[in-house]
Structure formats: structure tokens, C-alpha cells
């Protein structure tokens, strides 16, 4: 029987301070103001050229080189509703001893010029010779890239010592992306 008065006290005890406890009204609104800007980095392109490749089987240089490639990374609409910013890091490793050009022209599905990258990348002397550059995309030039559909890689040899299947060397692409959105 005590058990029982002394259980009704407790249970009264607890009513009676929980009607005094402190509250506050919640505010589920700001849920509304919730901003997530996740940022993600992936590899981009790479590529090795040795410097071989730019001679002909019959020894004549080849003074350029270039390939199309299909870009539609950008296609989703939620993707592009979200996008912020991109930037693209380009690292470029010459140990040929001419000089190249380089250019990545952004193309829409019409094969029609959109933007360009450029490099102008130094022969290789005997020491470090890499190049590195960063391309943003924000705001109308963000908008280009949206539309791009396929990436040119145009390679352009300048003059210098001439090349042959002997000719020693490599000229090397290594690039990132990191995308910014909003969501």
C-alpha cells in the first residue's frame, strides 16, 4: 500500500513541475533559409604525348594535332540549376624541346565556338617547365559552359629543333574541376 501513495506523489510531483517548466515556441520557418554549397573536385582529361607522335612515319613533322570530344557533364537541368562556379586546373608538363600552343575550345551542339582556353607553353631547356593555369566559370561565362556540348583540344607545334622517331620527351596534361553549387 505505500508503494502505491508514495507512486501517486511522484507522479504528482512530476506533473506538477513539468506545468512550470520553461518552453519556447519553435519556428520551423527557418528551414526556408537553409543554404547547402556542397563542393566537389574530379579529375578532368589527361593525356601523354611523346614527342614522337608529332613525326610522321615517313619523318615530316606534324605541326598540329587536335580532337573533339563529346562535353555534355553540364546537360542536367538540376545540375544547372544549382551550379555556381566551376574552375578548371590545368597543369601542363613539357619535357620536348619545342614550344607548343595549346587551346581547349568549349563547343555547343552545333559545333559552334562557345569559349576558349589558351596556353602558350615554353620548350623544355633542361629544367621544370610546367605550365599551370586556372580557368573560373562564373556568372555569363558560367552560362557558356552550361551550353557547351563538346571539348576541341587543339595542339600546335612551333618551330624550333626538328623532331624525329628519335626525338626524346613528352608533353603531359593533368587537369581538375571543382564545382560549386547551391542548393
Known sequence: ???YYL???VCLLLLV???FSCTSDLN???VNDLKLTPVYEANFSYFDIPATAFVTSTGSEIKWDSDVEEFDVFRDKYLNSYLQKVDFYFEINNTINRAFKFNIVLLDANSNTLTSMNFDIPAYS???NVVKKTEVFENSRLELLKRARKMRFFIE?????ALNSNSIGDLV????ATVYLEI
Open 17 to 19: 513541475t513539468g506545468n
Open 1 to 3: 500500500m505505500k508503494k
Open 7 to 9: 507512486y501517486k506523489i
Open 173 to 176: 596534361l593533368r587537369s581538375s
Open 28 to 30: 520551423f520557418d527557418q
Open 157 to 161: 607545334l612551333q618551330s624550333g629543333p
Open 126 to 128: 633542361g629544367s621544370s
